[in-house]
C-alpha cells in the first residue's frame, strides 16, 4: 500500500482474500461487457457515448497523461462538475494508476489549496467557468500558495493552463494496477476540522461497487441519473455511477439534482435508480405532483446523507412510484441500506442494515461497553471497504481509530431488534446542512483570521428544511461595532471559502460560555439561543 496509507493488518487481509470480498476485481476495467458495445454508457449534457466509446476515449486519456508526464501514484485533485470528462478522467486515472483526489464542486481556493498541499498533488483539474466562478483564478490562488503542482487542466478554455482535452494519445498497453492498491481519495464529511484524505483501494471498492449493485438489482438495463455531484461516494459508487457501468448499465449525469433539469433526464433516458439528500425530496414530490414528464421508469429512489423524516419518507412510497430505499454510508467505508424488499415500516422508519457480512459494527456507550438494541450509542466500524487510517494523518488517526481498528464514525444510533440502524444525531461538531457536512472548527478558524472578533463557534441550529443550518456565534473585537452577518458571509467568501460553509444566521454575544476545561460550551450556548 502507498506510503502515507494504513494497511489492513495481514492476518485480516488474508480472511478478506479467502471470504471473496477481496479479489482480483479492480477499476476501469469496463465500461467492456460482452454485448454492450453499441449500448449507451454515459448521457451528458454533450451528449451520449456508447460502452465502446466510453472505453476508448478513457484508454486515450490514460495515454495522454502518461505522455505528459503523469505517473502511477502520483496524486492529481480531480474537481470537475458532472459531465463526461469526470469519468473518462477517472478511468484513465484507474488504468494508469494516477490517483484522483475528488474535490466537490462547492469547494473554492480554501478547500483546493488543503487538499493540493496535503497530497502534494502534481496536477489540478478544474472546468473554465460554472455559474458565474472561473476556475483558472481557483487556479491562480491555489498556484500561488502551494508548490507541488506542475499542471493544471482545464475541462473547456484553459486560458493561461493546458486544455485537458490535450491529454490525448493513441492507447498504449498499461500493467494491470495491484488490486491491493489505493486507487483513489475521498474526502471526509464526517469528521471536523479540514476534510481529510480517504484512501480506497481497488480491492475495497470494487466490493463495494459489486455488493452495491447486486444488492440494489442494478444490472445491463438500469440507467442511473447522477442527479447529486457525482465525485461523492454516494452518486460515485453506491453503486452509482461506477457500479452501474460496471454492471453493463447507462450512467446519466446531471447538471443540477432540481426537477426541473432531472425530470425531463428520467423520461428521456428513462431512468431507473437515482439518490437524493433529504432536502431536495420534498421539492421532488412537489414538482411530481405536476409534471408533465413520465417518470414511471423511476424504480428505486436512494435517499441518504442526511435523516429522512418519516413523513416525507412515507410521501415518497405513495407519490413517486418506484421504491424508497433509505441509504445511511459514510465516505470512509460501511454502507447501510434498506432493501428493496424490506417492509414499509423498516423502509420508512430505519437507515438500513449493513451492505456485507464482513462488516463489523459496534453500537457503544461513553464508556466503550457495548449499547444494548434500542439503545443509543457511537457507531465504530470496521471492514472490507472501510479504512483504517486516513491518509497522512497519523495525529488523527490516533483518535479516529479504536486500538483495534475500529473507525469511530462520531454519528449516535441505535439499533433496532431487527437489527436496523437508526441515525440519531452525531457526538462530532459537524453540522449537516442537508447532507453537506460543514466542519465547524475549520469555520471558525477562518472567522477567527477574517473577521474582527476574539472569539467564535459554530453551531447548528434546526432547521425544517435543511434538517440543520449554521450559527456563527462572536464576540466582537469593538463592541461598539459588531460584524453584521454580511461582513461574515463576504470574509469568507473572500477567502475562498465554499458557500455551503457560509453561516446562514449571525449572534454577536458579550462572551461564549466555557465549559470547566475552558472549552467553549456548546449545549449551553445552544440552550442560550433557544431561550
Ligand atoms: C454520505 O457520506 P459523507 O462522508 O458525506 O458523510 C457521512 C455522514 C455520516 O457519518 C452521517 O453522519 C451522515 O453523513 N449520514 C446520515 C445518513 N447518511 C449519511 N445521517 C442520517 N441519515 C442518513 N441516511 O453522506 C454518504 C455516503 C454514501 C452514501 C450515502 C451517504
New binding site residues.
Given amino acids: 500500500m502507498q506510503e502515507g496509507c494504513v494497511p489492513w493488518p495481514e492476518p485480516t487481509a488474508r480472511a478478506y482474500r479467502e471470504q471473496g470480498y477481496w479479489n482480483a476485481d479492480v477499476l476501469g476495467t469496463w465500461p467492456r461487457t460482452p454485448g454492450q458495445d453499441s449500448a449507451a454508457a454515459l448521457v451528458t449534457s454533450a451528449g451520449t457515448l456508447t460502452h465502446a466509446e466510453l472505453d476508448r476515449a478513457a484508454d486515450r486519456m490514460a495515454a495522454g497523461l502518461l505522455r505528459a508526464g503523469l505517473a502511477a501514484g502520483d496524486r492529481i485533485v480531480v474537481h470537475l462538475p458532472n459531465e463526461a470528462e469526470l469519468i473518462v478522467l477517472s478511468l484513465a486515472c484507474f488504468r494508469t494508476g494516477v490517483l484522483p483526489v475528488y474535490a466537490l464542486p462547492a469547494h473554492r481556493s480554501a478547500e483546493i489549496t488543503h487538499l493540493v498541499a496535503t497530497a502534494e498533488a502534481v496536477a489540478y483539474v478544474c472546468p473554465d467557468q460554472v455559474l458565474g466562478c472561473d476556475f483558472r483564478l481557483v487556479a491562480r490562488e491555489v498556484l500561488d500558495r502551494t508548490d507541488s503542482l506542475r499542471h493544471v487542466l482545464v475541462a473547456g478554455e484553459p486560458g493561461p493552463y493546458t486544455a485537458l482535452s490535450s491529454l490525448d494519445a493513441d492507447p498504449v498497453g498499461l500493467p494491470a494496477p495491484d488490486p491491493e492498491d489505493v486507487a483513489l481519495f475521498l474526502l471526509?464529511?464526517?469528521t471536523s476540522g479540514p476534510p481529510k484524505l480517504i484512501p480506497r483501494t481497488h480491492a475495497d471498492y470494487a466490493y463495494q461497487l459489486r455488493e452495491s449493485a447486486r444488492l440494489c438489482a442494478v444490472g445491463e438495463d438500469d440507467v442511473y441519473l447522477a442527479a447529486l455531484p457525482a465525485q461523492?461516494?454516494?452518486a460515485l459508487a453506491?453503486p452509482g455511477v461506477l457500479g452501474t457501468l460496471r454492471a453493463g448499465g447507462t450512467a446519466v449525469l446531471a447538471p443540477a439534482p432540481t426537477a426541473d433539469v432531472c425530470f425531463p433526464l428520467i423520461e428521456r433516458a428513462g431512468v431507473t435508480v437515482t439518490s437524493l439528500v433529504p432536502p431536495l425530496v420534498p421539492l421532488w414530490l412537489d414538482a411530481a405532483e405536476w409534471t408533465e414528464h413520465d417518470l414511471s421508469s423511476l424504480r428505486v429512489l436512494q435517499?441518504?446523507?442526511?435523516?429522512?423524516d418519516p413523513e416525507t419518507a412515507r410521501q415518497v412510497t405513495k407519490s413517486l412510484g418506484g421504491t424508497l430505499q433509505?441509504?445511511?454510508?459514510?465516505?470512509?467505508g460501511l454502507?447501510n441500506y434498506t432493501r428493496l424488499d424490506d417492509p414499509e415500516d423498516v423502509i420508512v422508519h430505519t437507515?438500513g442494515r449493513p451492505l456485507s457480512p464482513g462488516d463489523e459494527v459496534r453500537v457503544v456507550r461513553e464508556d466503550g461497553s457495548d449499547a444494548e438494541p434500542g439503545e443509543t450509542g457511537e457507531l465504530l466500524t470496521r471492514g472490507p471497504y472501510t479504512l483504517r487510517g486516513y491518509y497522512r494523518a497519523p495525529e488523527r488517526n490516533a483518535t479516529r481509530f479504536t486500538e483495534d481498528g475500529h473507525y469511530r464514525?462520531?454519528?449516535l444510533v441505535r439499533r433496532t431488534a431487527q437489527g436496523d440502524f437508526q441515525?440519531v444525531g452525531?457526538i462530532n461538531d459537524?453540522v449537516?446542512r442537508g447532507?453537506e457536512?460543514v466542519p465547524t472548527q475549520e469555520v471558525e478558524e477562518h472567522l477567527l483570521a477574517a473577521v474582527p472578533v476574539v472569539a467564535a463557534a459554530v453551531i447548528g441550529l434546526p432547521d425544517p428544511h435543511m434538517g440543520e443550518r449554521t450559527c456563527a456565534c462572536v464576540v466582537p473585537r469593538d463592541p461598539a461595532r459588531p460584524p453584521t452577518l454580511r461582513d461574515v458571509q463576504a470574509a469568507l467568501r473572500g477567502r475562498g471559502v465554499a458557500a455551503y460553509k457560509v453561516p446562514d444566521r449571525l449572534v454577536v454575544l458579550e462572551r461564549l460560555p466555557l465549559t470547566g476545561v475552558g472549552k467553549v460550551d456548546k449545549r449551553a450556548l445552544r440552550a442560550q439561543l433557544d431561550a
Fill in positions: 471526509s464529511g464526517g461523492h461516494n454516494f453506491c435517499v441518504g446523507g442526511a435523516r429522512l433509505q441509504v445511511y454510508g459514510m465516505a470512509e454502507l437507515q464514525s462520531g454519528d441515525v452525531r459537524v449537516n447532507g457536512k
